[in-house]
């Protein structure tokens, strides 16, 4: 049993948002952030450890941390992680300890959606959709934008259709345009954005749902799940109950947190390779250069502290991630130790 100090640190890092939760000796959350990670991942990935500190005291201890998103090598780098997994896996894993039974879970995040099916707590088939944007929170929040609403009304507001108007969602460009011209002729507003969910469900199901074995229990993850419209909507289309789970918006960072702490319980008399909840404070610096050893032409990406390369990623053949710590300077495009030793 752990100390109520000690804690699993899970860092979900997306295009969108970067979440971080704190799991505690009872496996309950003890802390969540949900912070938009605005194009700045290491910034805003210092900032949460900032307010993480904040919150839990100089004498809490992170004993374990896992990374995972779009940008889980670059917070495994930042922060040391002891375990680095794709998001199918940590979605799944967070939604079986929060319910073993489940069967299928829906996600839809800010720039992409997936869906993963499990069968007795273990992935069968997954599916995701990172090309068009109309099955995405982000086409909710240009729609919402461009209709003068708050995002948070969006999902109330449809709740309270009478009639609910047909929109095509196959492309956000012509979903977009079929809205402007209900608007013009004169739906409601509700009923507009009821007819929005809709479409946006049917994208959902017709892309990344197509031809996957649908069974409940139903999760359903990720910011979207917020949306009571786009709730009810999937309901509507699956015939059966969706269910949102306490956490549904920091559910891929909750299973890097139980990935964390299966990934320690397998280690004997080993420590955590975190850095520390220091780490808001220390300098990083990130650098990308061409490597001209073949005609690849690679584009490697550097982080380095104080002049020490911690990690680099982005080569196909190893030559630059396999390399050990060097000064930074070392990795300039020239590479003189490197770069001879050739593709």
């Known amino acids: 049993m752990l100390a109520d100090d000690k804690y699993f640190l899970g860092v979900d890092v997306g295009s969108v948002s970067t979440n971080m939760v ?17 194009g700045r991942p290491m910034q805003i990935i210092q900032e949460g450890i900032k307010q993480l500190k904040s919150k839990v005291g100089t004498s809490a201890e992170i004993i ?21 997994k794709n998001e199918i896996t940590a979605h799944a894993v967070a939604a079986s300890r929060v319910n073993p039974q489940v069967q299928t879970i829906l996600e839809i995040g800010g720039q992409d959606s997936k869906i993963i099916i499990l069968r007795d707590g273990v992935v069968s088939d997954f599916a995701m959709n ?34 609910p108007v047909r929109i095509a969602g196959r492309c956000s460009v012509f979903a977009e345009s079929d809205m402007i011209h209900k608007q013009q002729l004169g739906h409601s507003l509700p009923d507009i954005l009821a007819g929005l969910c809709q479409a946006m469900v049917r994208n959902y199901l ?16 990720g910011g979207v799940a917020a949306n009571p419209g786009i709730c009810k909507a999937f309901e509507q289309e699956l015939g059966q109950p969706i269910i949102v789970p306490e956490n549904f918006d920091v559910m891929g960072a ?47 990406v550097e982080i380095s502290q104080d002049g020490t390369s911690l990690a680099r990623w982005g080569d196909r053949c190893g030559k630059w991630s396999n390399v050990g710590r060097v000064s930074a300077h070392q990795t300039g495009r020239t590479g003189p130790q490197e770069e001879q030793r050739g593709a």
Do not use: H
């Not at 017709?206 to 993850?221: E, H, L, T």
């Open 22 to 38: 704190l799991l505690g000796s009872d496996n309950a959350v003890k802390e969540a952030l949900y912070l938009r990670t605005q």
């Open 64 to 84: 374990g941390v896992g990374a995972t998103g779009s940008a889980r090598q670059l917070a495994a780098t930042l922060l040391g992680a002891d375990v680095v």
């Open 254 to 300: 909750l299973g890097a947190a139980y990935l964390a702490q299966e990934q320690v319980g397998l280690r004997q008399n080993s420590r955590t390779q975190f850095r520390g909840l220091n780490i808001g404070e220390t300098q990083f610096q990130a650098k990308s250069f061409d490597c001209t050893g073949c005609a690849n032409r690679c584009e490697v």
């Open 130 to 163: 990172t090309v068009c944007a109309a099955g995405t929170g982000s086409f909710l929040d240009q729609q919402a934008s461009r209709l003068g609403i708050k995002i948070e009304e969006f999902g109330p507001m449809a709740l309270e259709a009478k009639n």
């Open 206 to 221: 017709n892309n990344v749902g197509k031809n996957k074995d649908i069974r409940g229990p139903i999760f359903f993850q």
